[in-house]
């Protein structure tokens, strides 16, 4: 998230005696994560024994069975209801989509939820649009350049998929020149809006593609 720059010089006492000196710096800087969430995963809990895959002992094997969860013995797991699966996962959707807090949120005041962020439901598990944004050169390096051949890429080596639309929030103010080639690009396989929409759009289509969960 972007962080305005600044000095704060002071003392910090916190003991007997005289003060330490201490420096407050800010800085502004762009960070890019990629994230994956595997939706059939979602709800479903294992009894594998497999290290790192077991989610359920014995006792709880047990309470699974008493909640009557679905139980996938091929698996080895036990399954919520495809409703509750479902909203779990628009809960954290929504909760990105309004991400809020950090350290000392009140004296720095900065927005941490997402300025831009590309959203798809695909087949498999691996992250399709890691060069779609990256970093610029020259007079833009270290600041983020849409590259729409990366994204046409995309869209043609991955159609088969690609179970939902492209939805690209990005917000007005932040790299203007950017989402405006991005907003060239919005057609029906690449829908561009705020963040806040595109999730809000997401959101909806769990509820029209419950398959989307399995």
Not at 122 to 129: K, P, Y
Not at 141 to 168: C, H, I, T, W
């Amino acid at each position: 998230a972007p962080v305005t720059i600044t000095d704060d010089f002071g003392t910090m006492s916190r003991h007997d005696g005289d003060p330490v000196p201490h420096e407050h710096q800010f800085y502004r800087t762009t960070l890019k994560g990629l994230f994956s969430l595997n939706l059939g995963a979602c709800g479903t809990f294992t009894y594998r024994r497999k290290t790192g895959f077991r989610h359920l002992d014995d006792i709880r094997i047990e309470e699974a069975k008493r909640e009557g969860l679905t139980h996938l013995e091929r698996e080895q797991s036990y399954r919520l209801p495809l409703d509750e699966r479902t909203r779990r996962v628009q809960a954290l959707l929504n909760g990105m989509a309004r991400m809020e807090g950090g350290a000392k949120q009140t004296i720095h005041y900065t927005a941490v939820a997402p300025a831009v962020v590309v959203l798809a439901v695909t087949r498999g598990g691996n992250n399709i649009f890691p060069y779609v944004i990256t970093e610029g050169k020259g007079e833009k390096r270290g600041l983020p350049v849409v590259n729409l051949d990366a994204l046409q890429e995309v869209l043609d080596v991955f159609s088969d998929e690609l179970l939902s639309p492209v939805y690209v929030g990005w917000v007005k103010g932040f790299h203007d020149d950017e989402r405006e080639k991005l907003a060239s690009f919005n057609t029906e396989r690449v829908l561009v809006s705020h963040p806040l929409h595109v999730f809000e759009a997401m959101i909806r289509n769990l509820n029209e593609h419950p398959e989307w969960m399995e």
